[in-house]
Nanobody, 119 residues
Framework: QVQLVESGGGLVQAGDSLRLSCAASGRTFSSYVMGWFRQALGKEREFLVAISWIDGSTIYADSVKGRFTISRDNAKNMVYLQMNSLKPEDTAVYYC????????????WGQGTQVTVSS
């Protein structure tokens, strides 16, 4: 059974940095893409960034390009989201998700971790 478990959220001040982690288990993820999403209160879920397990290629949403960085540790089955220069509008629940390389839809989701940025 696939499990994605996020951690690292918390309350920070504007301008601070935070690193989220996603522990993936339950299968081999070499042919998967891992993504980070967020959902703010009252808003739709927003795609942030994705990374391919097999070659490390990435794609970023314009809203976080230059501030957020995704990385992976294949040996540990971990995916990270480094978030710098945080803003109050980054406040949201952040989710880790996984999809097969050739699919569009993300099939697996974590439970989410809350990030709150105070001004």
């Amino acid at each position: 059974q696939v499990q994605l478990v996020e951690s690292g959220g918390g309350l920070v001040q504007a301008g601070d940095s935070l690193r989220l982690s996603c522990a993936a288990s339950g299968r081999t993820f070499s042919s998967y893409v891992m993504g980070w999403f967020r959902q703010a209160l009252g808003k739709e879920r927003e795609f942030l960034v994705a990374i391919s397990w097999i070659d490390g290629s990435t794609i970023y949403a314009d809203s976080v390009k230059g501030r957020f960085t995704i990385s992976r540790d294949n040996a540990k089955n971990m995916v990270y989201l480094q978030m710098n220069s945080l803003k109050p509008e980054d406040t949201a629940v952040y989710y880790c998700a996984a999809r097969k390389l050739m699919d569009i839809k993300y099939d697996y989701w974590g439970q989410g971790t809350q990030v709150t940025v105070s001004s």
